[in-house]
């Protein structure tokens, strides 16, 4: 069965300070892979995603990137972190045509002070 | 430009009462997907509806999508207190152009079971 890890849960990172976080996948290949912030009061909004190796879309501009080295691994990064970066990031993966959507990791929560 | 609109976005209910949320969408789709996400945790997948007129049901939850009317609905029967979350709605637009395959999310409804 597939499984997404994301990780590290929580970080507290402070203003300046670089930023990386990772996600994998684990039980397909190819997968589409998507990174979504979420601020404080609910909304989702999708940052990057991702077709294949070293294929990167942004949907919104700011300091953070994204990087995919590999098949089922995406990694978020940032040179120096901003207070507005400051959220909750979810990775999800999707194989597009089985209608499956998105399955989401576990999150993680940053707090940039 | 693909707008998903939920309402309503806060709702306060009664155990045991029935209530109903709604979502919309702006452009062509087929996929409609919602998920539930509880305080601190990530989010839940609930129900994938892929074709006009599709109806899925779990439990006291039961989500149905109209394409024509681009208008899907998650309806709450005998709400109890572990139904109290954020429920989220998202869209794919219909295959094809640059969009394909990103989801747009609604707003979500904070959903409050009360005792």
């Known amino acids: 069965s597939q499984t997404i890890h994301q990780w590290p849960a929580t970080l507290v990172q402070p203003v300046g300070s670089p930023l990386s976080l990772e996600c994998t996948v684990e039980?397909?290949?190819?997968?589409?892979l998507y990174w979504y912030r979420q601020a404080a009061g609910r909304g989702l909004q999708l940052l990057f995603y991702?077709?294949?190796?070293g294929q990167i879309s942004s949907e919104v501009p700011q300091n953070l990137s994204a990087s995919r080295p590999q098949d089922r691994q995406f990694i978020l990064s940032s040179k120096k972190l901003l207070l507005s970066d400051s959220g909750f990031y979810l990775c999800?993966?999707?194989?597009w045509g089985r209608g499956y959507g998105y399955t989401f990791g576990s999150g993680t929560r940053l707090t940039v002070v | 430009e693909l707008k998903v609109e939920q309402n309503p976005l806060f709702l306060s209910m009664q155990e045991g009462k029935n209530y109903t949320i709604y979502c919309n969408y702006s452009?062509?789709?087929?996929?409609l997907y919602w998920y539930r996400q509880d305080p601190g945790k990530s989010l839940e997948s609930l129900f994938v509806?892929?074709?006009?007129?599709a109806v899925k049901q779990e439990g006291r939850l039961m989500a149905s999508l109209d394409t024509k009317a681009r208008l899907s609905t998650l309806h709450i029967t005998a709400a109890v207190h572990d139904l109290s979350a954020t429920y989220f709605c998202?869209?794919?637009?219909?295959?094809?152009?640059?969009?394909?395959?990103?989801?747009?999310f609604g707003q979500g409804t904070i959903l409050t079971v009360h005792p």
């Open positions: 999800a993966w999707s194989v």
């Open positions: 452009t062509t789709s087929d996929r």
């Open positions: 509806l892929l074709s006009n007129g």
């Open positions: 998202a869209v794919a637009p219909s295959a094809g152009g640059t969009s394909y395959g990103k989801l747009t």
């Open positions: 039980g397909t290949s190819n997968p589409n």
């Open positions: 991702s077709v294949g190796i």
